[in-house]
Every structure is written in C-alpha cells, then in structure tokens.
C-alpha cells in the first residue's frame, strides 16, 4: 500500500509507485527500485525510477524493457542507476531523500 505522499498526479491521474516498482522488480538486473515523482512542465508529474542493480545492467535498456510492460500514465520518463538507495535502520528505502536528491540535480 503506497502512502498518500507518494502517490504520483500525472495529467489527474494517479499512479501507484508500488505498482511500477513491482514491474521493475521482475527484471532480472534490478535488485532493489524505488519510484518518485519527476517534475514535468506539461503532466505535473511523472514516474522517475531509482534502481540498484547487478554488474551489467543498461539503465536505457531496463527503461525500455519496463515501460514496455507499463500502461500509458504509468511510463518511466527516466532512470537512475545507484549503487545503494538510501535506507532507514529498518531497511526501508527513504523516497524523500531520492526526491530531493532529483530536485537538486534538476536545479
């Protein structure tokens, strides 16, 4: 169940990160994924994927092969490959610090 904060409002649409997650989470390089709201000046937003992954993973490939299984709204409209996402002593993955750090580098 995804939290209301982290629901994503693309065109009055909402989509689920979890749902998107779950896709990304199928593909055989990705080990871990989270799912953020990207700004986007004509949607709102839009769904920007942060993944950890094995040695020889492609980002664009994984993008594609993703949004290739994705509905309409719910499209990566990019990707980011880290090594470790950021994590709280629990082993939950801190979606705000991933949004700020997308904000920054935006900006």
Same mark, same amino acid.
């Given at each position: 169940v995804d939290r209301k904060k982290d629901l994503i409002l693309s065109g009055g649409q909402n989509i689920y990160p979890s749902?998107? +997650?779950a896709? *990304? *989470?199928k593909h055989p390089s990705v080990t871990s994924a989270a799912v953020i709201a990207a700004p986007h000046d004509e949607w709102? +937003?839009?769904p920007f994927a942060v993944v950890e992954v094995t040695e020889d993973a492609n980002g664009d490939e994984i993008m594609a092969w993703a949004n290739e299984k994705l509905g309409r709204r719910q499209r990566l409209t990019g990707l980011h490959i880290v090594e470790s996402l950021p994590r709280n002593p629990n082993g939950k993955i801190l979606k705000r610090e991933l949004k700020k750090s997308l904000l920054a580098e935006r900006s």
């Open positions: 749902d998107i +997650e896709v *990304l *989470l709102g +937003e839009t």
